[in-house]
């Protein structure tokens, strides 16, 4: 109890720590990490407000603003980008019943609802309230169990680290939506496009056609801003129906719930606290599916369910709750054990990995700054989030009326400019516009992209681990199985796979995500 | 996203032996993808004794894929599903020839250019061909994805040379003909806005090195 304690002091020492800088001849303390983090907030909302553009799209474009930063200041300028993300995808699905995720599906069920009613201020607040509350627990959550998952992780070898990577993968697919056998599919894809470039101990290039700008292999933030931000575009101007958007236009009066609603979203925003750390820390779990089981909960528990889709205030409370802890525990698998449990954390896996950061067990005790700072940023960036967005709720309004038209070559410019800059590239930018072809052909078919870029960043690691692996167990495949705990994890692997893929499961996994 | 919706809809087209066509084309893809990737890493060496080589990796993933990929194709083939949306082939092809487009003209021309005097001219070259190849194919439902892929691939083609100001200007007008709607005066008036927003912030409030103005 202690530790978390001063370990928590470390990462706030760290999160408030001033910078001297010279304003006209004064010299001022700029606590720069809460400037990051500030900026960061704000910035994923004002992207993540914008309907059909989710956390994955919006840090995929913002990524690259971040580089610039120092390692610290880029980590929690991205943890602020995600949480502004996920509260603007909330603010869209209760004004304008259009989610901008798939884990804010469920809070326009009750939500506009509830806007619908003259209630969207509310509906806002306890959104930002449950959010706030929910991050608070799961900040202590992460700080507790840091260290005793690290010190397992530890003790891993290259093996139990193979079986772990593919148990993550396996999640992924059985908790993402849609066909196991394509989402395994797309993991495939995105391993073997991640084995395009140098080979990792001879150095021989692979499947590069000579082309010497493929040498160090397919950019990251090529993929990801191709595949989630430019198809998104694409697909939104495919569809054309966003230009009927059913925005509240009644003004937005009362934004404080009264004593009665909080009293009632109470139970229901620890429940979906609950619902949601659990469910965060299991890789491949994230913020869908919490929010999905945190609603069910919420019904179950009621005592007049016919209430919820029509308006009940703990339809918001209980899966704002439980997306934003899970959003919050799901990066214990990503600093403990340095495997990205999802596709957001797939992408801060990518932003550390620009920054010479190898996310593994090793951060935590070889830079505590940026392990506790990391963490203590997170209750920053929730607690920006309520000061900062319920006032501007107005202004995210506004931005909700600038035509399509206007938004998305604003978009598709900041992109470009920020891709450019990376590498001061016009091939990484041109190779961009083949993934957003990709991406275009990937959403028609019905292939969901997410599993392609989880594979894509797991896919060096896999490599090298099983490469070492089998050179220590002198080529003997069975070290998998025979290892303890390797053995264990990939049986439980197996487990789930033919666990998802029998009919009678695979309906009721059906009827979870399209329950409406 | 809308998947679910989507899927409600299983229109099967009269005397095709192909229930889910999305499946169907979508598995035969990956299965052309996986032997692609055969074909790419078939130089690679593979297994050393017990120790994997460059190829393995590679070869196993692709193989694995092959196998995914067929089952994709037959689940396709024997089950219902919703048709794949029109203009889905064409557009796809149409983008990727706009993508081959750019890279074969800009590859092609530079010795011409070099030899002319002009470096970097290539790119340019190879943007002004994508403009006009996309002015005479856009059409239909294709035309979102071509002005967007075609604004992307200008960008690319014209930021060494001509500078930050020019690109973005030109690369904003073209994407902005993707929507039905264009309004010219607006899109004009938008687009300078835009540049000079982009201008102050990314040169001078983050402080990357962009050259403004075009390099003589």
Not at chain 1, 20 to 25: A, E, H, I, P, Q
Not at chain 1, 157 to 176: I, S
Request: proline letters at 6%; glycine letters at 10%.
């Amino acid at each position: 109890m202690f530790d978390i304690i001063s370990n928590l002091g470390l990462g706030f020492g760290v999160v408030f720590q001033p910078v001297w800088m010279d304003f006209l001849g004064v010299s001022l303390p700029i606590p720069m990490n809460i400037l990051f983090c500030l900026i960061g907030a704000l910035v994923g909302t004002l992207i993540g407000v914008l309907p059909g553009i989710g956390p994955v799209a919006t840090i995929a474009m913002l990524l690259p603003i971040t580089f610039g930063l120092p390692p610290v200041g880029a980590l929690i300028m991205l943890a602020g980008i995600y949480y502004g993300a996920q509260y603007g995808g909330s603010t869209t699905s209760i004004l304008v019943n259009l989610p901008g995720e798939s884990s804010s599906v469920v809070t326009t069920l009750d939500g506009h609802q509830m806007a619908r009613q003259g209630r969207a201020g509310p509906a806002l607040a306890i959104a930002a309230i449950g959010s706030f509350a929910a991050g608070c627990v799961s900040t202590v959550l992460v700080a507790a169990l840091g260290v005793p998952l690290t010190s397992i992780a530890l003790k891993f070898g290259p093996a139990e680290y193979f079986a772990l990577m593919v148990l993550g993968l396996v999640f992924a697919v059985v908790l993402a939506r849609g066909s196991v056998i394509k989402a395994v599919a797309m993991i495939l894809l995105g391993l073997l496009m991640s084995m395009v470039g140098s080979d990792i101990e001879t150095g021989q290039s692979r499947m590069t056609f000579n082309v010497p700008e493929l040498s160090d292999g397919i950019s990251f933030v090529v993929v990801a801003m191709g595949v989630f931000g430019f198809a998104e575009i694409i697909r939104n101007l495919d569809d054309q129906s966003e230009e009927k958007r059913a925005i509240v236009s009644s003004k937005l009066t009362g934004l404080m719930p009264t004593l009665h609603d909080l009293k009632v979203s109470f139970g229901a925003i620890v429940r979906g606290t609950t619902v949601g750390s659990v469910l965060g820390i299991l890789p491949g779990g994230g913020s869908v599916i919490a929010a999905f089981a945190a609603y069910t909960l919420e019904k179950k528990v009621a005592k007049d369910p016919h209430r919820f889709g029509r308006g009940a205030i703990e339809g918001v409370a209980a899966p704002e709750s439980a997306n934003n802890a899970a959003s919050q525990t799901s990066f214990i698998p990503l600093l403990t054990l340095g495997i990205p449990p999802n596709p957001v954390m797939a992408l801060m896996v990518g932003a550390m990995t620009i920054h010479g950061i190898v996310p593994g067990p090793q951060v935590m005790t070889k830079q505590p700054d940026l392990f506790w700072g990391m963490i203590s940023s997170m209750w920053v960036g929730n607690l920006m989030l309520v000061i900062i967005n319920l006032p501007l709720v107005g202004l995210w309004v506004r931005l909700l009326r600038v035509p399509y038209r206007m938004l998305f070559p604003a978009i598709l410019i900041f992109c470009n400019i920020g891709n450019y800059s990376i590498n001061n590239a016009p091939f990484d930018v041109a190779m961009t516009a083949a993934f957003a072809v990709m991406g275009y052909w990937l959403i028609k078919h019905d292939f969901e992209p997410a599993p392609m870029l989880l594979g894509f960043v797991l896919g060096p690691l896999m490599e090298e681990n099983l490469r070492r692996a089998m050179l220590i167990a002198r080529g003997d495949p069975t070290t998998f199985v025979t290892r303890p705990i390797s053995g264990s994890l990939l049986a439980l692997a197996v487990f789930l796979l033919v666990l998802a893929a029998l009919p009678m499961i695979r309906t009721k996994r059906d009827v979870v995500f399209t329950e409406g | 996203m809308s998947e679910g919706a989507r899927s409600s809809g299983a229109g099967r087209r009269d005397g095709s032996f192909i229930g889910s066509p999305r499946d169907f084309w979508g598995g035969l893809v990956l299965v052309a993808v996986a032997f692609f990737a055969l074909y790419a890493s078939y130089d690679l060496p593979g297994m050393r004794g017990f120790a994997f080589g460059p190829g393995t990796a590679p070869r196993m993933f692709a193989v694995l894929l092959a196998c995914f990929g067929l089952i994709v194709m037959a689940t396709g083939a024997f089950t219902k599903g919703p048709d794949i949306d029109p203009g889905t082939f064409r557009g796809t092809l149409l983008g990727a020839a706009l993508v081959a487009i750019f890279v074969l003209v800009s590859k092609f021309t530079e010795p011409v250019f070099v030899s002319l005097g002009y470096r970097n001219a290539e790119t340019i070259a190879a943007a002004v061909v994508v403009f006009l190849v996309t002015l005479a194919l856009a059409r239909g439902a294709s035309r979102g994805l071509l002005f967007v892929v075609a604004s992307i691939l200008i960008f690319a083609g014209t930021i060494r040379t001509l500078g930050l100001i020019l690109a973005s200007f030109i690369s904003i007008v073209v994407c902005a003909h993707a929507t039905h709607e264009v309004r010219w005066r607006e899109t004009v008036i938008w687009a300078a806005a835009l540049t000079a927003f982009c201008t102050f912030l990314f040169p001078y409030a983050l402080n990357l090195p962009f050259p403004l103005w075009p390099r003589y």
